[in-house]
């Protein structure tokens, strides 16, 4: 029962944020390992659901940067790192997700543009 509301909690969480994305999600349970490109303006998925030991790889080309903010900069369309995660620009980075958490991140020169990302860690 507790589980059940963890995770409808969870659902309305990615919901909400889903519709501040261009709404393309990835939930794939049986793959430990992900991958986040920068194919045009967005992320691509720009909504990633993962578990507690998964791996991530960005993956960004040369004008695109992917930069870890606070949620309230996410909210704001905001640029400042919150010192996370930081994938320059043509970059190519591992990020393993050691705990349960949403991760929100943004492009800084095109978060006006809507390039901003989740990622949703579940245990
Ligand atoms: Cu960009």
Redesign the pocket.
């Known amino acids: 029962m507790k589980l059940k509301i963890k995770k409808l909690l969870f659902l309305s969480i990615i919901i909400f944020l889903n519709s501040c994305t261009k709404n393309t999600l990835e939930i794939n349970e049986n793959s430990n390992a992900h991958l986040i490109t920068?194919p045009g303006?967005y992320f691509s998925p720009d909504t990633l659901i993962a578990n507690v030991g998964d791996t991530v790889t960005f993956s960004m080309t040369a004008?695109?940067?992917a930069i870890e903010v606070s949620q309230e900069t996410y909210l704001n369309d905001g640029t400042e790192s919150n010192s996370g995660f930081e994938i320059n620009y043509g970059e190519t980075k591992n990020l393993i997700l050691d705990q349960e958490k949403v991760f929100y991140y943004v492009?800084?020169?095109?978060v006006q543009?809507n390039?901003k990302g989740i990622i949703i860690v579940l245990e």
């Open positions: 920068s303006m004008t695109h940067n492009c800084q020169p095109h543009l390039m």
